[in-house]
């Protein structure tokens, strides 16, 4: 009996996930079966959550030591632009 790889995150959740993914083994001619997706997707979604706390804190951190430098030096910082229509 073949599984159907073409499910939900869900769906692969419930099936797969409740038995450890053995049934999947036994049958998944794939390298990797959907079981062992549902982990990587976790994986590269927690990575991205991270790079996106940890640039919103560097920019963060940069923005206010600009800040405090140029008002530090009273530097006014001006900026300039066109915009052509």
Request: aromatic content about 16%; proline content about 2%; some cysteine.
């Amino acid at each position: 009996m073949l599984y159907n790889c073409e499910m939900h995150l869900n769906e692969l959740e419930s099936v797969f996930l409740d038995n450890n993914g053995s049934d999947c083994l036994k049958t998944c001619p794939a390298i990797i079966c959907p079981w062992q997706l549902v982990w990587l997707f976790r994986v590269i979604r927690g990575f991205a959550f991270a790079c996106l706390v940890f640039s919103v804190f560097l920019y963060g951190r940069l923005w206010l030591i600009a800040y405090y430098v140029t008002r530090k030096m009273n530097v006014d910082v001006k900026v300039k632009f066109t915009v052509q229509l």
